[in-house]
């Protein structure tokens, strides 16, 4: 028996093994941190929406109307500048109030048949607007005295145009070029680095 048990021995040899603490290694992962912060989110808005259930439960509010005249909507945009506080001008930080794009205000140099640059009611006229497009950039309308002869309402683009559009206060229109899509970035203070 002594034989068979040392015979044993020499068949069995020890191995020392390391095991891996994974539960460390992932413990310190930023994705598992996420997946943590996810639900945490969520609960946080949850609890806000039960502590707090006038922003829960705010109807929009709707504003409009419709007709063949400036004037036929005039109550309605009333209301609508009403609603969003007093006109802040160009320029400056406000905590409440609103801030109106004129673009009857757009010089000639930046008109038809000249483009306006996306950023110009962020630069020139700082009323915290950058504008985007999927198209080729955007025209304001030329003014019927302007420097170029350029038609109104669109006259430079096609000549039906002027006879189709009308505008709410005249002279001026804004169009994306060769896009239906106009995008606006408004803020107090856009800054953007590249267009």
């Known amino acids: 028996m002594q034989v068979q048990q040392s015979n044993l021995n ?8 390391t095991t891996l603490h994974l539960r460390k290694s992932t413990g310190r992962s930023p994705v598992r941190r996420g997946f943590l912060l996810i639900p945490l989110a969520f609960a946080t808005f949850g609890l806000t929406l039960i502590f707090n259930p006038v922003a829960a439960s705010a ?3 709707v504003f409009e109307a419709s007709g063949a005249t400036p004037a036929d909507i005039q109550t309605a945009v009333d209301a609508f500048r009403n609603f969003l506080g007093p006109n802040n001008g160009v320029g400056g930080t406000f905590p409440t109030g609103r801030r109106e794009i004129n673009w009857n205000g ?11 640059p996306a950023n110009f009611f962020n630069s020139n006229s700082p009323r915290g607007a950058v504008f985007f497009t ?15 002869g350029t038609p109104v309402r669109f006259g430079n683009i096609h000549p039906v145009y002027p006879a189709l559009f009308s505008t709410f206060s005249p002279q001026r229109l804004f169009s994306a070029l060769d896009s239906n899509i106009t995008i606006p970035h408004c803020g107090a203070d856009v ?5």
């Open 134 to 148: 999927l198209g080729t950039g955007f025209q304001v309308s030329a003014n019927s005295v302007n420097p170029t």
């Open 106 to 116: 757009v010089p000639d140099a930046f008109s038809a048949p000249n483009l306006l």
């Open 59 to 61: 109807d929009p509010e």
């Open 10 to 17: 020499k068949k069995m040899k020890t191995k020392t093994m």
């Open 191 to 195: 800054r953007i680095s590249a267009l």
